[in-house]
Protein backbone atom coordinates (compact mmCIF):
# COMPACT_ATOMS: atom_id res chain seq x y z
CA UNK A 1 0.00 0.00 0.00
CA UNK A 2 0.99 3.31 -0.23
CA UNK A 3 0.87 6.01 2.11
CA UNK A 4 1.90 9.41 0.75
CA UNK A 5 1.87 12.38 1.59
CA UNK A 6 1.89 15.70 -0.45
CA UNK A 7 2.88 18.46 1.53
CA UNK A 8 1.91 21.83 0.94
CA UNK A 9 3.15 24.62 -1.52
CA UNK A 10 2.80 22.16 -4.58
CA UNK A 11 1.63 23.01 -7.67
CA UNK A 12 -2.26 22.25 -7.43
CA UNK A 13 -3.11 20.06 -10.69
CA UNK A 14 -4.65 22.73 -13.02
CA UNK A 15 -8.19 22.13 -12.99
CA UNK A 16 -9.55 24.85 -14.83
CA UNK A 17 -12.88 25.01 -15.91
CA UNK A 18 -13.32 26.63 -19.35
CA UNK A 19 -15.96 29.25 -18.92
CA UNK A 20 -18.61 28.89 -21.83
CA UNK A 21 -22.26 30.20 -21.85
CA UNK A 22 -24.34 31.28 -24.52
CA UNK A 23 -26.93 33.36 -23.90
CA UNK A 24 -30.72 32.44 -23.38
CA UNK A 25 -33.09 33.46 -26.06
CA UNK A 26 -31.68 31.03 -29.34
CA UNK A 27 -33.84 28.35 -29.66
CA UNK A 28 -32.06 26.04 -31.55
CA UNK A 29 -29.78 23.89 -29.82
CA UNK A 30 -26.14 23.92 -30.29
CA UNK A 31 -24.93 22.14 -33.19
CA UNK A 32 -22.46 19.23 -31.04
CA UNK A 33 -24.46 16.31 -32.06
CA UNK A 34 -24.47 13.07 -29.85
CA UNK A 35 -22.77 10.07 -31.07
CA UNK A 36 -24.51 7.59 -28.59
CA UNK A 37 -24.16 4.08 -30.04
CA UNK A 38 -27.32 2.32 -30.22
CA UNK A 39 -25.87 -0.69 -28.72
CA UNK A 40 -26.15 0.19 -24.59
CA UNK A 41 -26.74 3.54 -24.20
CA UNK A 42 -27.21 4.68 -19.91
CA UNK A 43 -26.77 7.96 -18.50
CA UNK A 44 -27.26 8.93 -14.63
CA UNK A 45 -27.12 12.23 -13.83
CA UNK A 46 -26.60 13.94 -10.61
CA UNK A 47 -27.98 17.50 -10.02
CA UNK A 48 -27.07 19.02 -7.25
CA UNK A 49 -28.34 22.70 -6.30
CA UNK A 50 -24.98 23.63 -4.36
CA UNK A 51 -25.83 26.91 -3.58
CA UNK A 52 -28.78 29.45 -3.37
CA UNK A 53 -29.42 32.78 -2.10
CA UNK A 54 -32.29 35.80 -3.09
CA UNK A 55 -33.52 35.47 -6.44
CA UNK A 56 -30.16 32.92 -7.13
CA UNK A 57 -28.67 30.07 -6.94
CA UNK A 58 -25.65 28.08 -8.33
CA UNK A 59 -25.77 24.19 -9.43
CA UNK A 60 -23.73 21.48 -9.96
CA UNK A 61 -24.24 18.60 -12.58
CA UNK A 62 -22.58 15.59 -13.03
CA UNK A 63 -22.87 12.86 -16.10
CA UNK A 64 -22.20 9.88 -15.39
CA UNK A 65 -22.06 7.94 -19.14
CA UNK A 66 -23.13 4.23 -17.99
CA UNK A 67 -23.40 2.84 -21.79
CA UNK A 68 -21.01 2.72 -24.79
CA UNK A 69 -18.03 4.91 -24.87
CA UNK A 70 -19.24 8.53 -26.51
CA UNK A 71 -16.70 11.23 -27.76
CA UNK A 72 -19.23 14.02 -27.15
CA UNK A 73 -22.27 14.73 -25.73
CA UNK A 74 -25.58 17.21 -25.20
CA UNK A 75 -27.92 17.19 -21.84
CA UNK A 76 -31.42 18.35 -21.84
CA UNK A 77 -33.69 18.73 -19.19
CA UNK A 78 -36.70 21.10 -18.74
CA UNK A 79 -36.97 23.66 -15.27
CA UNK A 80 -40.41 23.53 -14.26
CA UNK A 81 -39.99 26.93 -12.73
CA UNK A 82 -39.09 30.18 -13.64
CA UNK A 83 -34.99 29.31 -13.67
CA UNK A 84 -33.02 31.60 -15.91
CA UNK A 85 -29.63 30.40 -16.22
CA UNK A 86 -27.39 33.36 -16.39
CA UNK A 87 -23.28 31.71 -16.20
CA UNK A 88 -22.55 28.38 -16.73
CA UNK A 89 -18.98 26.45 -16.78
CA UNK A 90 -17.39 23.89 -18.05
CA UNK A 91 -20.55 23.19 -20.88
CA UNK A 92 -21.71 25.55 -23.07
CA UNK A 93 -25.28 25.92 -22.03
CA UNK A 94 -28.34 27.23 -23.67
CA UNK A 95 -31.61 27.91 -22.75
CA UNK A 96 -35.13 28.66 -24.62
CA UNK A 97 -38.16 28.87 -22.24
CA UNK A 98 -37.67 26.26 -19.40
CA UNK A 99 -36.34 23.81 -21.72
CA UNK A 100 -32.24 23.69 -21.23
CA UNK A 101 -29.65 21.84 -23.31
CA UNK A 102 -25.99 21.84 -21.97
CA UNK A 103 -23.70 20.77 -24.29
CA UNK A 104 -19.72 19.37 -23.60
CA UNK A 105 -17.01 21.72 -23.09
CA UNK A 106 -13.46 21.11 -25.92
CA UNK A 107 -11.67 19.28 -23.08
CA UNK A 108 -14.91 16.96 -21.58
CA UNK A 109 -16.47 15.43 -24.28
CA UNK A 110 -15.24 11.82 -24.80
CA UNK A 111 -17.03 9.60 -22.17
CA UNK A 112 -15.79 6.25 -21.52
CA UNK A 113 -18.37 3.55 -19.82
CA UNK A 114 -18.47 4.80 -16.31
CA UNK A 115 -17.07 8.01 -17.23
CA UNK A 116 -18.30 11.51 -16.40
CA UNK A 117 -18.62 15.03 -17.07
CA UNK A 118 -19.02 17.85 -14.26
CA UNK A 119 -20.25 21.36 -15.55
CA UNK A 120 -22.12 23.81 -12.94
CA UNK A 121 -24.24 27.04 -13.79
CA UNK A 122 -25.59 30.04 -12.00
CA UNK A 123 -29.24 31.26 -12.37
CA UNK A 124 -32.13 33.27 -10.92
CA UNK A 125 -35.43 31.81 -9.72
CA UNK A 126 -38.27 33.01 -7.68
CA UNK A 127 -40.37 31.23 -6.25
CA UNK A 128 -39.73 26.56 -6.03
CA UNK A 129 -36.63 25.38 -7.17
CA UNK A 130 -37.10 21.78 -8.19
CA UNK A 131 -34.53 19.73 -9.21
CA UNK A 132 -35.36 18.88 -12.91
CA UNK A 133 -37.41 15.22 -13.16
CA UNK A 134 -35.89 14.17 -16.23
CA UNK A 135 -32.67 14.45 -17.83
CA UNK A 136 -31.80 13.45 -21.75
CA UNK A 137 -27.95 12.15 -22.52
CA UNK A 138 -27.55 12.03 -26.20
CA UNK A 139 -31.28 11.80 -26.59
CA UNK A 140 -31.67 9.10 -23.72
CA UNK A 141 -33.35 9.40 -20.70
CA UNK A 142 -31.24 9.14 -17.93
CA UNK A 143 -31.07 7.88 -14.37
CA UNK A 144 -33.53 4.55 -15.31
CA UNK A 145 -33.20 1.62 -12.69
CA UNK A 146 -31.38 -0.77 -14.58
CA UNK A 147 -30.32 1.06 -17.76
CA UNK A 148 -26.78 1.20 -19.72
CA UNK A 149 -23.94 -0.29 -18.06
CA UNK A 150 -25.72 -0.91 -14.70
CA UNK A 151 -26.45 2.71 -13.20
CA UNK A 152 -28.88 2.33 -10.83
CA UNK A 153 -30.29 3.91 -8.08
CA UNK A 154 -30.69 1.42 -5.42
CA UNK A 155 -32.95 2.22 -2.08
CA UNK A 156 -30.83 2.36 0.57
CA UNK A 157 -33.21 -0.54 1.96
CA UNK A 158 -33.38 -1.61 5.88
CA UNK A 159 -29.95 -0.10 6.23
CA UNK A 160 -29.31 0.91 10.01
CA UNK A 161 -27.70 3.57 10.41
CA UNK A 162 -24.36 3.04 12.08
CA UNK A 163 -24.33 -0.85 11.74
CA UNK A 164 -21.55 -1.75 14.72
CA UNK A 165 -24.30 0.07 17.18
CA UNK A 166 -25.88 -2.98 18.93
CA UNK A 167 -23.44 -5.64 16.81
CA UNK A 168 -20.65 -7.92 17.42
CA UNK A 169 -17.73 -8.00 15.00
CA UNK A 170 -16.66 -10.75 13.13
CA UNK A 171 -13.23 -12.69 13.84
CA UNK A 172 -11.40 -13.96 11.25
CA UNK A 173 -10.16 -17.67 12.74
CA UNK A 174 -7.56 -17.29 10.24
CA UNK A 175 -5.77 -14.39 11.59
CA UNK A 176 -6.65 -15.36 15.26
CA UNK A 177 -4.91 -18.24 14.86
CA UNK A 178 -1.54 -16.92 13.84
CA UNK A 179 -2.04 -13.80 16.61
CA UNK A 180 -2.70 -16.83 19.43
CA UNK A 181 0.68 -18.50 18.04
CA UNK A 182 3.03 -15.43 19.67
CA UNK A 183 3.76 -15.47 23.09
CA UNK A 184 1.25 -13.05 24.68
CA UNK A 185 -0.84 -13.07 21.48
CA UNK A 186 -4.14 -14.69 23.43
CA UNK A 187 -4.31 -11.11 24.59
CA UNK A 188 -5.67 -9.55 21.45
CA UNK A 189 -6.10 -12.82 19.39
CA UNK A 190 -10.33 -12.57 20.04
CA UNK A 191 -10.27 -9.09 18.32
CA UNK A 192 -12.15 -8.28 15.18
CA UNK A 193 -9.97 -7.60 12.31
CA UNK A 194 -10.52 -6.34 8.45
CA UNK A 195 -11.21 -9.59 6.00
CA UNK A 196 -8.61 -8.43 2.94
CA UNK A 197 -10.01 -9.62 -0.67
CA UNK A 198 -6.40 -8.96 -2.18
CA UNK A 199 -6.86 -10.90 -5.39
CA UNK A 200 -8.71 -13.14 -6.89
CA UNK A 201 -7.98 -16.17 -5.41
CA UNK A 202 -8.96 -14.49 -2.40
CA UNK A 203 -12.63 -15.10 -3.29
CA UNK A 204 -12.62 -19.09 -2.74
CA UNK A 205 -9.12 -19.06 -0.82
CA UNK A 206 -5.77 -19.44 -0.22
CA UNK A 207 -2.79 -21.48 1.74
CA UNK A 208 -4.37 -20.32 5.25
CA UNK A 209 -6.92 -17.83 4.34
CA UNK A 210 -10.26 -19.22 3.74
CA UNK A 211 -12.45 -18.40 0.73
CA UNK A 212 -15.20 -15.78 1.36
CA UNK A 213 -18.33 -18.54 1.72
CA UNK A 214 -16.06 -20.13 4.49
CA UNK A 215 -15.91 -16.50 6.14
CA UNK A 216 -19.32 -15.82 6.22
CA UNK A 217 -20.56 -19.62 7.29
CA UNK A 218 -18.11 -19.22 9.96
CA UNK A 219 -19.64 -15.55 10.88
CA UNK A 220 -23.74 -17.02 10.90
CA UNK A 221 -21.93 -19.19 13.35
CA UNK A 222 -20.26 -16.58 15.28
CA UNK A 223 -23.47 -14.51 14.84
CA UNK A 224 -25.60 -17.01 16.83
CA UNK A 225 -28.57 -15.26 15.39
CA UNK A 226 -27.35 -11.74 16.83
CA UNK A 227 -26.55 -8.47 15.14
CA UNK A 228 -22.91 -9.29 13.39
CA UNK A 229 -20.45 -7.20 11.07
CA UNK A 230 -18.34 -8.53 8.91
CA UNK A 231 -15.44 -6.47 7.92
CA UNK A 232 -14.50 -7.16 4.20
CA UNK A 233 -11.43 -5.45 1.66
CA UNK A 234 -12.04 -4.53 -1.42
CA UNK A 235 -8.56 -4.68 -3.04
CA UNK A 236 -7.82 -5.25 -6.07
CA UNK A 237 -7.73 -2.28 -8.61
CA UNK A 238 -6.25 -2.28 -12.18
CA UNK A 239 -3.16 -0.95 -11.71
CA UNK A 240 -2.99 -1.11 -7.80
CA UNK A 241 -1.16 1.17 -5.81
CA UNK A 242 0.25 3.43 -8.43
CA UNK A 243 2.07 5.30 -5.87
CA UNK A 244 4.10 2.70 -4.75
CA UNK A 245 5.87 -0.91 -5.44
CA UNK A 246 4.75 -2.82 -2.11
CA UNK A 247 1.03 -3.44 -2.86
CA UNK A 248 0.53 -3.49 -6.43
CA UNK A 249 -1.53 -6.24 -7.75
CA UNK A 250 -2.17 -8.97 -10.00
CA UNK A 251 -4.81 -7.06 -12.44
CA UNK A 252 -2.58 -4.54 -14.85
CA UNK A 253 -3.92 -0.94 -15.47
CA UNK A 254 -6.19 -1.53 -18.02
CA UNK A 255 -7.74 -4.85 -16.62
CA UNK A 256 -11.04 -3.33 -15.90
CA UNK A 257 -12.83 -6.24 -17.12
CA UNK A 258 -11.22 -8.72 -15.23
CA UNK A 259 -11.65 -6.21 -12.22
CA UNK A 260 -15.77 -6.56 -12.92
CA UNK A 261 -15.75 -9.86 -14.41
CA UNK A 262 -13.49 -12.09 -12.20
CA UNK A 263 -13.61 -10.36 -9.13
CA UNK A 264 -16.44 -7.82 -7.94
CA UNK A 265 -19.21 -10.01 -9.96
CA UNK A 266 -18.12 -13.01 -7.81
CA UNK A 267 -17.77 -11.03 -4.37
CA UNK A 268 -21.45 -9.29 -5.47
CA UNK A 269 -22.70 -12.79 -6.25
CA UNK A 270 -21.74 -14.20 -2.85
CA UNK A 271 -23.07 -11.79 -0.25
CA UNK A 272 -25.86 -11.53 -2.17
CA UNK A 273 -26.44 -15.00 -1.22
CA UNK A 274 -30.15 -14.65 0.69
CA UNK A 275 -28.06 -17.11 3.39
CA UNK A 276 -26.02 -14.51 4.55
CA UNK A 277 -29.11 -11.64 4.85
CA UNK A 278 -28.87 -11.20 8.51
CA UNK A 279 -25.01 -10.52 8.16
CA UNK A 280 -24.30 -7.24 8.30
CA UNK A 281 -21.82 -6.42 6.13
CA UNK A 282 -18.94 -3.38 6.33
CA UNK A 283 -17.17 -3.02 2.66
CA UNK A 284 -14.17 -0.81 2.97
CA UNK A 285 -13.30 -0.02 -0.52
CA UNK A 286 -10.24 0.07 -2.65
CA UNK A 287 -7.51 1.24 0.18
CA UNK A 288 -5.17 4.23 -0.93
CA UNK A 289 -6.53 4.82 -4.42
CA UNK A 290 -8.33 7.65 -5.59
CA UNK A 291 -6.37 10.18 -3.79
CA UNK A 292 -3.71 9.25 -5.74
CA UNK A 293 -5.68 10.87 -8.37
CA UNK A 294 -5.00 14.16 -6.74
CA UNK A 295 -2.02 14.18 -5.20
CA UNK A 296 0.48 11.91 -7.13
CA UNK A 297 -0.31 12.99 -10.70
CA UNK A 298 1.73 15.52 -13.19
CA UNK A 299 2.39 18.27 -12.50
CA UNK A 300 2.97 17.39 -8.96
CA UNK A 301 6.36 16.83 -8.14
CA UNK A 302 4.99 13.66 -5.90
CA UNK A 303 3.36 12.37 -9.35
CA UNK A 304 4.40 8.76 -10.49
CA UNK A 305 4.25 7.64 -13.86
CA UNK A 306 1.71 4.85 -13.18
CA UNK A 307 -0.90 7.39 -11.12
CA UNK A 308 -0.41 9.33 -14.05
CA UNK A 309 -1.44 6.16 -16.47
CA UNK A 310 -4.64 5.62 -13.82
CA UNK A 311 -5.58 9.20 -14.31
CA UNK A 312 -5.78 9.39 -17.91
CA UNK A 313 -7.79 5.69 -18.50
CA UNK A 314 -10.00 6.32 -15.70
CA UNK A 315 -9.91 3.17 -14.52
CA UNK A 316 -9.40 3.97 -10.75
CA UNK A 317 -13.17 6.14 -10.83
CA UNK A 318 -14.60 3.13 -12.85
CA UNK A 319 -13.68 0.46 -10.68
CA UNK A 320 -14.48 1.89 -7.28
CA UNK A 321 -17.89 2.83 -9.03
CA UNK A 322 -18.69 -0.71 -10.33
CA UNK A 323 -18.00 -1.52 -6.89
CA UNK A 324 -19.81 0.81 -5.09
CA UNK A 325 -22.99 -0.07 -7.94
CA UNK A 326 -22.80 -3.77 -7.57
CA UNK A 327 -21.95 -4.08 -3.86
CA UNK A 328 -24.15 -0.93 -2.83
CA UNK A 329 -27.52 -2.75 -4.56
CA UNK A 330 -27.30 -5.27 -2.11
CA UNK A 331 -29.75 -4.54 1.08
CA UNK A 332 -26.87 -5.40 3.91
CA UNK A 333 -24.02 -4.31 2.00
CA UNK A 334 -22.63 -1.19 3.91
CA UNK A 335 -19.62 0.30 1.29
CA UNK A 336 -17.04 2.36 3.16
CA UNK A 337 -14.54 4.33 0.91
CA UNK A 338 -11.05 3.86 1.65
CA UNK A 339 -10.23 8.17 2.24
CA UNK A 340 -6.44 7.94 2.83
CA UNK A 341 -5.27 9.79 6.40
CA UNK A 342 -4.81 13.51 7.95
CA UNK A 343 -0.79 12.75 6.33
CA UNK A 344 -2.32 12.71 2.80
CA UNK A 345 -5.48 14.51 2.65
CA UNK A 346 -5.31 17.16 5.09
CA UNK A 347 -3.38 20.09 2.97
CA UNK A 348 -5.77 22.46 1.73
CA UNK A 349 -4.35 21.86 -2.01
CA UNK A 350 -5.85 18.23 -1.23
CA UNK A 351 -9.27 18.12 1.13
CA UNK A 352 -11.89 18.95 -0.90
CA UNK A 353 -9.69 17.67 -4.42
CA UNK A 354 -10.12 14.20 -3.01
CA UNK A 355 -14.12 15.12 -2.01
CA UNK A 356 -14.49 15.61 -5.27
CA UNK A 357 -12.84 12.85 -6.78
CA UNK A 358 -14.76 10.34 -4.55
CA UNK A 359 -17.76 12.18 -5.58
CA UNK A 360 -16.93 11.27 -9.05
CA UNK A 361 -16.80 8.19 -8.06
CA UNK A 362 -20.10 7.88 -5.82
CA UNK A 363 -21.73 9.58 -8.82
CA UNK A 364 -20.23 6.80 -11.51
CA UNK A 365 -21.71 4.15 -9.28
CA UNK A 366 -25.49 5.65 -10.05
CA UNK A 367 -25.92 6.90 -6.67
CA UNK A 368 -24.53 8.46 -3.16
CA UNK A 369 -26.91 6.01 -1.47
CA UNK A 370 -24.01 3.09 -2.10
CA UNK A 371 -21.80 5.22 0.14
CA UNK A 372 -22.49 4.62 3.73
CA UNK A 373 -19.51 6.10 4.92
CA UNK A 374 -15.33 6.25 4.88
CA UNK A 375 -12.83 4.70 6.22
CA UNK A 376 -9.31 6.57 7.68
CA UNK A 377 -6.12 5.13 8.58
CA UNK A 378 -6.68 2.13 7.01
CA UNK A 379 -3.10 0.41 7.49
CA UNK A 380 -1.17 3.35 8.63
CA UNK A 381 0.10 5.29 11.76
CA UNK A 382 -1.79 8.22 12.89
CA UNK A 383 -2.41 8.94 15.92
CA UNK A 384 -6.37 9.21 16.54
CA UNK A 385 -5.79 12.23 18.91
CA UNK A 386 -2.74 14.17 19.88
CA UNK A 387 -3.28 15.33 23.29
CA UNK A 388 -0.71 17.64 23.77
CA UNK A 389 -0.93 19.89 20.83
CA UNK A 390 -3.86 21.29 18.83
CA UNK A 391 -3.60 23.17 15.37
CA UNK A 392 -4.32 26.31 16.85
CA UNK A 393 -1.92 26.65 19.12
CA UNK A 394 0.92 29.27 18.74
CA UNK A 395 4.60 28.93 20.93
CA UNK A 396 7.30 31.11 20.51
CA UNK A 397 5.50 33.73 17.74
CA UNK A 398 4.41 31.00 15.60
CA UNK A 399 1.67 28.52 14.88
CA UNK A 400 1.82 24.34 14.96
CA UNK A 401 0.86 24.63 11.71
CA UNK A 402 4.47 25.86 10.51
CA UNK A 403 6.37 23.31 12.29
CA UNK A 404 8.16 20.95 10.64
CA UNK A 405 6.25 18.10 11.52
CA UNK A 406 2.84 19.65 10.48
CA UNK A 407 3.96 21.02 7.57
CA UNK A 408 0.78 23.41 6.70
CA UNK A 409 -1.51 20.74 6.91
CA UNK A 410 -4.86 21.50 8.76
CA UNK A 411 -5.31 18.76 10.94
CA UNK A 412 -2.90 16.90 13.30
CA UNK A 413 -4.71 13.51 14.32
CA UNK A 414 -7.11 11.49 12.44
CA UNK A 415 -10.19 11.98 14.69
CA UNK A 416 -10.20 15.93 13.67
CA UNK A 417 -9.75 14.97 10.52
CA UNK A 418 -12.49 12.45 9.81
CA UNK A 419 -14.88 15.01 11.16
CA UNK A 420 -13.95 17.47 9.36
CA UNK A 421 -13.54 15.33 6.26
CA UNK A 422 -16.88 13.83 6.75
CA UNK A 423 -18.45 17.60 6.28
CA UNK A 424 -16.63 18.13 3.32
CA UNK A 425 -17.87 15.17 1.91
CA UNK A 426 -21.62 16.00 3.31
CA UNK A 427 -20.82 19.73 1.65
CA UNK A 428 -20.13 17.65 -1.69
CA UNK A 429 -23.28 15.57 -2.04
CA UNK A 430 -22.92 12.77 0.01
CA UNK A 431 -26.23 12.28 2.30
CA UNK A 432 -26.00 13.51 5.82
CA UNK A 433 -25.66 10.20 7.66
CA UNK A 434 -22.28 9.19 6.36
CA UNK A 435 -20.09 7.90 9.52
CA UNK A 436 -16.47 7.37 9.43
CA UNK A 437 -14.12 4.69 10.79
CA UNK A 438 -11.13 5.26 12.02
CA UNK A 439 -8.14 1.90 11.75
CA UNK A 440 -6.74 2.21 14.84
CA UNK A 441 -4.65 -1.18 14.54
CA UNK A 442 -1.08 -0.02 14.27
CA UNK A 443 -1.43 4.00 15.90
CA UNK A 444 -1.07 3.68 19.50
CA UNK A 445 2.28 4.73 20.30
CA UNK A 446 2.70 4.10 23.48
CA UNK A 447 5.70 2.23 25.06
CA UNK A 448 8.11 3.89 27.46
CA UNK A 449 8.95 7.15 24.67
CA UNK A 450 5.31 8.29 24.33
CA UNK A 451 5.60 11.62 26.07
CA UNK A 452 3.81 12.41 29.05
CA UNK A 453 2.41 16.01 28.21
CA UNK A 454 3.19 18.77 26.00
CA UNK A 455 6.90 19.56 24.47
CA UNK A 456 9.03 22.80 25.99
CA UNK A 457 7.81 25.87 24.38
CA UNK A 458 11.34 27.06 23.50
CA UNK A 459 9.59 26.69 19.74
CA UNK A 460 7.08 25.72 17.62
CA UNK A 461 9.17 22.63 17.00
CA UNK A 462 10.62 21.23 20.67
CA UNK A 463 6.80 22.19 21.31
CA UNK A 464 5.29 19.83 18.56
CA UNK A 465 8.26 17.18 18.16
CA UNK A 466 8.08 16.60 22.35
CA UNK A 467 4.68 16.28 22.68
CA UNK A 468 3.10 14.31 19.55
CA UNK A 469 2.66 10.62 20.24
CA UNK A 470 3.15 9.87 16.61
CA UNK A 471 6.66 9.40 16.45
CA UNK A 472 7.58 8.41 12.75
CA UNK A 473 9.96 10.06 10.88
CA UNK A 474 8.32 12.16 8.67
CA UNK A 475 4.26 11.82 8.32
CA UNK A 476 4.75 10.24 5.31
CA UNK A 477 6.01 7.19 6.22
CA UNK A 478 3.83 4.40 6.11
CA UNK A 479 5.54 0.88 5.78
CA UNK A 480 6.41 -1.85 9.08
CA UNK A 481 6.63 1.39 10.76
CA UNK A 482 9.51 0.62 13.72
CA UNK A 483 8.10 2.04 17.35
CA UNK A 484 4.49 1.86 16.65
CA UNK A 485 1.92 0.05 18.68
CA UNK A 486 -1.69 -1.04 18.94
CA UNK A 487 -4.33 1.41 19.20
CA UNK A 488 -7.31 1.40 20.78
CA UNK A 489 -8.84 -1.13 20.54
CA UNK A 490 -11.92 -1.55 18.45
CA UNK A 491 -15.28 -0.26 19.23
CA UNK A 492 -18.71 1.23 17.99
CA UNK A 493 -19.86 4.50 18.02
CA UNK A 494 -16.57 6.66 19.78
CA UNK A 495 -17.06 10.15 19.17
CA UNK A 496 -19.52 12.40 16.44
CA UNK A 497 -19.78 11.12 12.92
CA UNK A 498 -17.45 8.20 13.82
CA UNK A 499 -19.08 4.78 13.47
CA UNK A 500 -16.48 2.73 15.43
CA UNK A 501 -12.78 2.52 15.96
CA UNK A 502 -11.81 -0.72 13.81
CA UNK A 503 -8.37 -3.01 12.91
CA UNK A 504 -8.92 -3.22 9.24
CA UNK A 505 -5.14 -3.91 9.12
CA UNK A 506 -4.86 -7.14 11.18
CA UNK A 507 -1.85 -6.58 12.95
CA UNK A 508 1.22 -8.45 12.44
CA UNK A 509 0.62 -8.34 8.78
CA UNK A 510 3.87 -6.66 6.71
CA UNK A 511 3.24 -3.48 4.90
CA UNK A 512 5.90 -4.84 1.95
CA UNK A 513 8.62 -6.32 2.00
CA UNK A 514 12.33 -4.89 3.19
CA UNK A 515 14.35 -6.16 -0.10
CA UNK A 516 12.85 -7.90 -3.37
CA UNK A 517 11.40 -10.85 -2.63
CA UNK A 518 9.78 -13.09 -5.86
CA UNK A 519 6.02 -13.75 -5.56
CA UNK A 520 3.15 -14.52 -7.50
CA UNK A 521 0.81 -12.07 -6.45
CA UNK A 522 2.33 -8.50 -8.56
CA UNK A 523 4.00 -7.19 -5.38
CA UNK A 524 7.01 -4.98 -5.72
CA UNK A 525 9.90 -3.76 -3.84
CA UNK A 526 9.40 -0.64 -2.50
CA UNK A 527 12.01 1.08 -0.80
CA UNK A 528 9.87 2.85 1.54
CA UNK A 529 10.06 -0.47 3.10
CA UNK A 530 13.91 -0.59 3.37
CA UNK A 531 15.93 0.85 6.72
CA UNK A 532 18.36 2.38 5.09
CA UNK A 533 16.36 3.47 2.37
CA UNK A 534 16.75 7.88 2.44
CA UNK A 535 13.13 8.44 1.04
CA UNK A 536 11.76 10.41 -2.27
CA UNK A 537 9.51 13.50 -2.43
CA UNK A 538 6.35 11.70 -0.73
CA UNK A 539 7.80 11.49 2.43
CA UNK A 540 9.95 14.72 1.53
CA UNK A 541 13.32 12.83 1.53
CA UNK A 542 13.64 11.76 4.89
CA UNK A 543 14.46 7.98 6.08
CA UNK A 544 11.88 5.42 5.94
CA UNK A 545 11.75 4.27 9.47
CA UNK A 546 10.88 0.79 8.34
CA UNK A 547 11.41 -2.35 10.48
CA UNK A 548 13.95 -4.80 8.42
CA UNK A 549 13.65 -8.33 7.62
CA UNK A 550 10.07 -7.95 6.67
CA UNK A 551 8.22 -10.49 4.64
CA UNK A 552 6.30 -8.84 1.11
CA UNK A 553 2.80 -7.62 2.31
CA UNK A 554 0.14 -9.38 3.76
CA UNK A 555 2.19 -11.84 4.98
CA UNK A 556 3.18 -12.68 8.66
CA UNK A 557 5.75 -10.24 10.46
CA UNK A 558 6.24 -12.14 13.81
CA UNK A 559 8.70 -9.16 14.86
CA UNK A 560 6.05 -6.24 13.86
CA UNK A 561 3.43 -7.65 15.56
CA UNK A 562 5.72 -8.06 19.13
CA UNK A 563 6.76 -4.88 18.92
CA UNK A 564 2.73 -3.68 18.13
CA UNK A 565 2.20 -5.58 21.72
CA UNK A 566 4.74 -4.21 23.33
CA UNK A 567 4.12 -0.67 22.84
CA UNK A 568 0.19 -1.02 22.79
CA UNK A 569 -1.73 1.97 24.26
CA UNK A 570 -3.72 1.70 26.03
CA UNK A 571 -1.35 -0.83 26.79
CA UNK A 572 -2.73 -4.14 26.78
C1 LIG B 1 -1.44 -6.25 1.13
C2 LIG B 1 -2.52 -7.28 1.10
C3 LIG B 1 -2.88 -7.69 2.50
C4 LIG B 1 -3.21 -6.49 3.34
C5 LIG B 1 -3.52 -6.82 4.76
C6 LIG B 1 -1.83 -5.12 2.02
O1 LIG B 1 -0.76 -4.24 2.14
O2 LIG B 1 -1.15 -5.82 -0.15
O3 LIG B 1 -2.08 -8.40 0.38
O4 LIG B 1 -3.97 -8.58 2.49
O5 LIG B 1 -2.16 -5.56 3.30
O6 LIG B 1 -2.43 -7.27 5.44
Same mark, same amino acid.
Given at each position: ???????????????????????????????????A @??????????? /????????G?????T??????????? /???????????????W????????????????????? %?????????????????????????K??? *???? *?PG???????????????????G?G?????? #??????????????S?????? #?????????????????????D?A?????????????V??? %???????????????????????????? +?????? %??????? @? %???????????L????????????????C????????????????????????? *????????????????D?????????????????????????????????A????????????????????? #??????????????????????S *????S???????????? #???????????????????V???????????????????????????????????????????G?????? @???????? /??? +?????????????????????????????????????????N?????
Amino acid at each position: MSRTTSPPRRARTAALAAFALVAAAAGAATGISGTA @SAAAPGCNVDY /KIQSSWSGGFGADVTVTNTGDAISSW /KLEWSFAGNQQITQGWSATITQSGTAVSATNAAWNGS %LATGGTANFGFNGNVTGTNAIPTTFKLNG *VTCN *VPGGGGGGTNPPTGNRVDNPYVGAGVYVNPD #WSAKAAAEPGGSRISNQPTGV #WMDRIAAITGTTGARGLRAHLDTALVQAAGNPLVVQLVIYN %LPGRDCAALASNGELGPTEIGRYRTEYI +DPIAAI %LADTKYA @S %LRIVTTVEIDSLPNLVTNVSPRVTATPQCDVMKANGNYITGVGYALNKLGAIPN *VYNYVDAGHHGWIGWDDNFNASAQIFRQAATASGSVNNVAGFIVNTANYGATKENNFTINDSVAGKSVRESA #WVDWNRYVDEQSFAQAFRQELIS *VGFNSDIGMLIDTSRNG #WGGSARPAGPGATTTVDTYVDGGRYDRRIHLGNWCNQSGAGLGERPRSAPAAGIDAYVWMKPPGESDGSS @SLIPNDQG /KGF +DRMCDPTYTGNPRNNNHMSGALGGAPISGAWFSAQFRQLMANAYPAL
